[in-house]
């Protein structure tokens, strides 16, 4: 794959406007910095293939895979990936391209390799140490907010953190907005707190009741984030996770949805 296939121009535009500004060297000398865009496409190369950072082609995207892997852990320290997700966002949000009516909530769970930071015992995984990916998707399935734990985090533990987390994304005509019409949730979520605090901040909820209903039967509004985590699954360095770090576990969820939402624009 050439570079501009993986970083297409529009995309370049808008990491070019999150990305900081290259170090220079006052006394000159030292060796060529490889161009940004360049490190991009191996980044993403490693997300989607799911590579190790030495099996990186470099004859084919110029930067070795230590070279890649250093920026890599430059800009995740600077959010690059964060704020490349939400300026995705801000564009389909200014066509009007997002649908706020109906969000959803939802988790799955990612094996680790290696014990880190946000890992746990996973209680459905007999005991093997893992990771969860928690998001919010609007009624299409683009996801708004998204974060990890450790596999034995309970679900509900993590709605109040990924709903403060939903940037104040552009709208096509009016202020920016960031709350949700209506959230679904699986009875994982069926806490009178949580319900509290969304009615609270005016969210409807639609949350399945333990005991009295069964999750299959918000199925109808709810399948839409099913089909966001197999997406993920298209990057497949989110098959396990092999990062210590979790903010460069973060860091690979959070291209990947960018790389979810940036389909959109291009459609």
């Not at 950072?53 to 852990?73: E, I, V």
Request: glycine residues 8%.
């Amino acid at each position: 794959m050439t570079v501009e296939r993986l970083v297409p121009d529009e995309l370049w535009k808008l990491f070019q406007q999150v990305a900081p500004k290259a170090p220079t060297r006052p006394q000159g000398g030292g060796r060529r910095r490889h161009g940004d865009r360049e490190v991009v496409a191996a980044i993403i190369f490693v997300a989607t293939s799911g590579c190790t950072w030495q099996q990186l082609p470099s004859a084919s995207y110029g930067p070795s895979g230590a070279t890649a892997h250093r920026r890599f852990s430059e800009w995740t320290k600077s959010r690059v990936w964060a704020k490349l997700h939400r300026l995705v966002l801000d564009e389909l949000g200014s066509r009007g391209e997002l649908d706020w009516s109906r969000c959803a909530i939802d988790s799955v769970n990612m094996r680790t390799l290696k014990k880190g930071e946000l890992t746990g015992p996973n209680p459905v995984d007999r005991g093997k140490y893992g990771s969860k990916i928690h998001l919010i998707t609007e009624q299409a399935g683009l996801p708004l907010s998204i974060g990890i734990s450790g596999a034995n985090l309970h679900d509900s533990q993590a709605l109040i953190s990924l709903v403060k987390g939903i940037p104040l994304i552009r709208s096509r005509r009016g202020p920016r907005r960031r709350k949700t019409g209506m959230l679904h949730a699986d009875k994982g979520y069926d806490y009178s707190y949580l319900r509290r605090w969304l009615r609270q901040r005016g969210i409807t909820h639609r949350i399945a009741r333990r005991g009295i209903e069964t999750s299959q039967r918000l199925g109808r509004h709810r399948w839409t984030i099913g089909r966001t985590m197999s997406w993920l699954a298209v990057c497949r360095r989110l098959h396990r996770r092999y990062e210590r770090k979790a903010e460069h576990f973060l860091a690979f969820t959070s291209i990947a949805c960018t790389l979810i939402c940036y389909r959109r624009l291009t459609k």
